[in-house]
């Protein structure tokens, strides 16, 4: 388990990592602890899975390219051979299965604005399945950090 | 903003994580055969024009005892769905919030937010927390617990 400079850490590091030439000798020196023992301690949390990134987070749709929320109702014996064909283009992010009738959930994120619709249309030509498409309209502020 | 080809560099370079040394951006550099100037000076335009949306870490929701994560969605009122939507995402156990279209019959909800807990009951009292916040401009709502995690890789840019 984390202890409490792991989360001090995990707070700290939710936002506004610097860019500057010795950016954890910056942030250590805020935490009130070393650079090593920072490094250390996000090597540790990387390797066992407490921290899942560590970096810049891009925006697809600032680069000119797309995110989309797309969702399938998908006959249970089915289930695998969909979720195989789907995950199988790279421009699927994230696939998860939740308990709905829609029954999978994916992201799409593609270099191009067109590049969406041309995906749905494969994987709905390939699996025989409808998928619907919930694009943002409108993305609101979050307050949320985790409270490690 | 339009990348150029460095950008692009920069970002294959980074998009699974920054190397964890003492001078990060200087190791970067050195793969690319850049300056360390130049990489510090296009990760802070690619910053300002929003193209990297934060430089920080992720943490693993499960890691950390939340083991309850629900996609909680609402059919609110259209007039009144950004107001509404301000105040949701505002909260602090609410790591995204989104207004999307209806797919009708199918789909009547706009609002969703994904809400995060030690456990379904926490998730539940949360979700109870948000239907206050939207009074009578509620219409109806579910949540959908994720089962199976089926892939997360990201964002994966090409090549070029």
Redesign the interface.
């Known amino acids: 388990m984390?202890d409490a400079t792991d989360r001090k850490?995990?707070n700290r590091?939710?936002?506004?990592?610097p860019?500057?030439?010795?950016?954890?000798?910056a942030v250590a020196a805020e935490l009130g602890i070393t650079?090593?023992d920072l490094?250390d301690r996000?090597?540790a949390?990387?390797a066992?899975?407490?921290?899942?990134?560590?970096?810049?987070?891009?925006?697809?749709a600032?680069?000119?390219g797309a995110f989309c929320?797309c969702?399938m109702?998908v006959p249970e014996p089915d289930f695998d051979i969909v979720?195989e064909r789907?995950?199988a283009h790279?421009e699927?992010?994230?696939?998860?299965?939740?308990?709905?009738r829609?029954n999978?959930?994916?992201v799409l994120?593609t270099?191009t604005q067109s590049g969406i619709a041309d995906v749905a249309k494969r994987i709905e030509s390939e699996t025989g399945l409808p998928v619907?498409?919930?694009?943002?309209?409108?993305?609101?502020?979050?307050?949320?950090?985790?409270?490690? | 903003m339009n990348i150029d080809a460095t950008d692009r560099r920069l970002i294959t370079a980074t998009q699974a994580g920054l190397p964890l040394v003492p001078a990060p951006y200087a190791a970067i550099a050195a793969d690319l055969d850049l300056p360390e100037s130049e990489v510090m000076n296009r990760l802070k335009t690619l910053q300002e024009s929003g193209v990297i949306r934060r430089i920080a870490v992720a943490p693993n929701h499960y890691k950390l005892g939340m083991t309850a994560n629900g996609m909680s969605v609402w059919d609110v009122t259209d007039s009144a769905a950004i107001e509404l939507g301000e105040q949701v995402g505002a909260l602090d156990f609410v790591s995204h919030c989104y207004l999307r279209p209806r797919a009708l019959p199918d789909w009547p909800y706009n609002l969703f937010a994904m809400i995060h807990g030690t456990d379904r009951d926490e998730v539940a009292s949360k979700r109870t927390e948000i239907r206050a916040i939207l009074g009578d401009s509620l219409r109806a709502d579910d949540i959908l617990y994720s089962t199976k995690i089926l892939k997360k890789t990201g964002l994966r840019l090409g090549k070029g």
């Open positions: 984390i850490i995990l590091l939710q936002d506004g990592f860019v500057s030439p010795r950016p954890f000798a650079e090593s490094i996000l090597a949390m990387k066992n899975r407490t921290i899942t990134r560590f970096g810049p987070f891009y925006d697809a600032a680069m000119g929320l969702a109702q979720t789907v995950n790279p699927v992010a994230h696939n998860y299965a939740r308990d709905h829609l999978m959930w994916f994120a270099e619907l498409l919930f694009p943002k309209e409108h993305e609101f502020f979050i307050g949320f950090r985790v409270a490690a």
